[in-house]
């Protein structure tokens, strides 16, 4: 049948002047702006969707049985009275400290001491970053970043250990659960998916940009892989689960994870190893300006943008579905 | 350095790596991996207390290649390995005591998350201990306050979600605090390490510009610390977070979690914040009055509990007072008297969360002073550690509660004369409020019942749980019967701690 068609149905202009009256509709059997659904699960839907929407209310009211108590409901709103007023105190107490804080850019502030003398005169040649930043959380202060990346990856655990989905669900709520992902994210939009195609590889060349150039220009691990993570929750809303399934999965994230981790670890513990016993250490800061410089601080960005961007990702799916 | 000195740091970076192996194993995998490492951080840290106490001595570890006021650094001493040997031991006899429940009350697929949460909160406490910088003590404080907020919603039940809900808000709150407190620091001294802090705040004192910035920043740090670790008025989220968690989990919260944040509070007293300052006087001052206002209001709560996981997690508010009142005295020997409570509570409440745990279990699970009538025939061994940790806990001589009170009331007469009376007065009306609730439950545990009643049903005690509850048992006899030595060396730490 298609074959015959005559040739004017594919060119744009006849698309778009049939589009202008009305006749052609581009997204048709195209663009899923609501999830089909038959009529049990649309009402379940519906009862979510008004129970999201009065939840603030109704837990509360719920919870604590505010209708039959009515000491409750006056120490709530004294509570709230008092929470404002002690917020403003707190607020006016904070400024009135701030006021007698050296001001800001004093060159003779206690901040511009010894201890940021070293770091900005003798940041580069002792650890071989032009970014100074980079050289002092990656190599003066590297434990308390070493201790950030924990922070995250507990919080990561944290996270799955409460939303992940485990186990044999019953294949109904899971086609509920299917359903109410496919209603608040729409699949096959066209437009998010044209700019998350054109985006996503932006987006991420730029992230590993940031994460390698950490030690030579602003930027670094936390940042570039904030921005990797992004990238790969883009693709996801744009394109669904099963696309995103095929190469980020939860095996992947975890032997990312824990192999940026260990090598963060095992790195470091030698370099503290060295340092606080006065040994000899094979690493050293290199040609300042060249990409594979600054020892380890390269290294390290990498492990600190793997870590940053599983986390991220893993978050969202956690909160979207519980699954990878 | 000899390698004994390396120990400290290799127990953080160990629990660390544990933490991160334990992502890709199994259940079974992560247990083995969490009761390998206890041991081997408690193996070092006797081993550490053994060459830090012959020296009497501390000394500072660099963590990298640059000294003090550049890099980070540790800083060891008898005080601090004693505090790592008795929380590393703590944590290993909690964990075993519970591992029966955890098994239970946490899906197999999850397992290895929550021992991942152990390890990572036993690292931020060992960091916590050691660390001889402002800054990594807020980042590990961050590590400590998600990884309890895991530990709270171990056990997969309704109340769990609210309580764990509420611990993180109250928890963050401090978390916020701290930070600004932190920063104020920062930009009045321009260092970040402890010492150099100290020395740089020195010089402050007699000028009258930053005496409004040093008051605020003495009452952010001691409030953000004083939330975290349940001080009275902050207490709230204590009772629930305890209650309904998993046994382990509620006995690691309880007995060590509230006391990393206490240490911490208590190095920033000694080594960071100057004593000459007028704002100290008025911390401690604050501190005494709030401590006492929680070991009676405490122990009051507690009576008033028929719940008896929520009734001990009600005496965990009035033991902190404890320990608050002690560091308000404001006397070095008050100071010591703390750091004992510290390690004596966490024996005491330890043992008595694992045994209610055994005592519920064969009750139907049902926590109540009513459905408990008899159970220390029903479960012997856990009946005996619960009377032995209740005795311990009004303090009854021979056991460590005793130590603990006596040294308190001996160091109270080194007090200001009002502040000697009132301690006297609270330790008397506290001891006999905790005596009311404490000897009320064991005896419903042994009113005699019917013989049908006398025997669990299809529950039998692992051997392994038995095993740790003994442990613990054990452990408050030899810190009741054995306290001098103990004393001795935390007076020595203390003094060369500053």
Redesign the interface.
Known sequence: MEKHRPKTEYSRRERFTRWCVGEYDPSAERLETRAPADEAARLELQRLQEYAANADRGIHHELYELGLRRRVGLFTRFYRVAAVLFALFLAG??L??VS???RFGDVS????????R??IEKGLE?TGAVNIVAGMIL??????T???S??L???A??V???L?V??QEDPRSQALEDMSDRFFEPRHDAILQMSARLLVPVITVFGIYVVLNGHLSPGGGFSGGAIIGSGLILYLTAFGFARTGRFMTEKLV??L??SA??FY?AAK?Y????????LS?FITPGTPGAILSAGLIVYLNICVGIVVACTIYSFYVMFRKGGF | MTLVQNFPFFSIILSMAAAIVSFVLRGRGSRCVHLAMVTAVLAMSAATLGCTAATGESYTFMMGHYPAPWGNEIRVGPLESAMALCFSLLMLLSVLGGLAHIERDIPPSKVNLFYIQLDLMLSSLLALIYTNDLFTAYVFIEICTIAACGLIMARRIGRVYVSAVRYMVMSLVGSGLFLIGLSLLYAITGHLLMSPAKQALAALVGQKSSAVPLTVIFVLLTVSLGIKSGLYPFHTWIPDAYGYTTPAAAAVLSSLVCKGYILLLVKLMVRVLPAASPAAGRITDVLFVLGVTGMIWGSVDAIRERDVRRMTAYSSVAQIGYIYMGLGLGTQWGMVAAMFHVISHGAMKALLFICTAGLTEVSGGRGDRMALRGAGYRHRIAGIGFAIGSMSMIGIPLLTGFVSKYTFAAAATGAAPRRMVAAWIALAVSTTLNAVYFMRTVLVLYTSVEPSQRRAKDYRPSRIENAATIGLILLNIALGVASPPVLETLSRGLAVFG
């Open positions: 107490v904070l009135l400290t007698y804080l050296p502030a206690p901040e511009n001491n010894e201890v940021a070293r770091y002792e190599d003066y202060r590297a434990f308390d070493f201790g950030e924990c922070v990856f507990v919080a655990c944290c799955l250990f409460l992940r485990d186990g975890k032997i994870t824990v981790l260990s670890c513990s370099s503290f190893y060295t340092g606080a016993n006065h250490s």
